[in-house]
């Protein structure tokens, strides 16, 4: 994207200043006017990224894909809404890229699997609670978060969820039904 950026802005720095890319992009660019905002994801959506013909025995593989590899890109505003950050808050990244299912973005052809992502499959998670203070063949179908999760372990515990300042700051609650 900055070799993009420099033909078409030859005096201008290299746009993209930091970025975070694994199973999707966190970029933070040199550039936040509506325009360069525009062309990273108009560059974003519009490439073609191409394969990396290395493999290695154990099937690891690269393709090429359309749109860098991305189903979404959010810029400026967006972010900061994706985020619930301050609007032009300049820690929040100024773009992110939300990856196809199944792509990854290394250099190390050696990676076979990622955790975590916006896919389904990624975000819904099972859990299951176990051990003295969990109730019995008690199930619950109510949406949680994995933040929920610290907090649940110490009132299992005996321990005050509130000592945690996250839980203070966030207003987490335990697990229901626990």
Do not use: C
Not at 97 to 116: F, L, P, R, S
Not at 138 to 163: C, E, F, K, W
């Amino acid at each position: 994207m900055n070799a993009a950026w420099a033909a078409s802005h030859p005096k201008a720095s290299p746009l993209v200043t930091f970025s975070l890319d694994d199973d999707g992009m966190l970029m933070w660019l040199s550039d936040r006017s509506p325009a360069a905002l525009a062309f990273a994801k108009d560059y974003l959506l519009s490439h073609t990224a191409p394969a990396n013909k290395a493999s290695d025995p154990k099937g690891t593989y690269s393709t090429t894909v359309t749109a860098s590899g991305l189903t979404k890109v959010y810029t400026g505003s967006a972010v900061d809404r994706l985020f619930g950050a301050p609007t032009g808050d300049s820690h929040a990244p100024d773009l992110v890229g939300i990856a196809q299912y199944g792509v990854v973005y290394t250099g190390n052809v050696k990676k076979i699997a990622e955790h975590g992502g916006d896919a389904p499959a990624d975000r819904d998670v099972p859990l299951v609670v176990s051990g003295r203070g969990a109730p019995h063949h008690t199930v619950s179908t109510t949406p949680v978060q994995t933040t929920q999760i610290a907090p649940t372990i110490l009132r299992l515990l005996g321990i005050n969820p509130h000592a945690l300042q996250a839980v203070q700051i966030e207003h987490t609650r335990p697990l229901p039904k626990l």
